[in-house]
Nanobody
């Protein structure tokens, strides 16, 4: 069984920065990919950023150049550095973890960008 623990959400002013962390625990040998999706009210959940176990990264067009995803494989942890935050980045951010053929989700952490 895999468990995901997220941290780092909160309230920030436009133009500010936040760093999200997600740590996976359990019987993990080698994972496929870790990342973040987000969902705001009335919208579908969308992929924000993802990193594979070998370091390949994917970003949503809306966050390219502002968000950076990184990993610490030894700790089974992924980080999302979010800079130049905009009000439209406001959402619940969910950690995603692909292990084998299974996609696991974290419980979500709220990010609110507002003045």
């Amino acid at each position: 069984q895999v468990q995901l623990v997220e941290s780092g959400g909160g309230l920030v002013q436009p133009g500010g920065s936040l760093r999200l962390s997600c740590a996976a625990s359990g019987s993990i040998l080698r994972w496929n990919a870790m990342g973040w999706s987000r969902q705001s009210p009335g919208k579908q959940r969308e992929l924000v950023a993802q990193v594979t176990s070998v370091g390949g990264t994917t970003y949503a067009d809306s966050v390219k150049g502002r968000f950076t995803i990184s990993k610490d494989s030894a700790k089974n942890t992924v980080y999302l550095e979010m800079n130049s935050l905009k009000p439209e980045d406001t959402a619940v951010y969910y950690c995603r973890f692909i292990y084998g053929f299974t996609l696991y989700w974290g419980q979500g952490t709220q990010v609110t960008v507002s003045s």
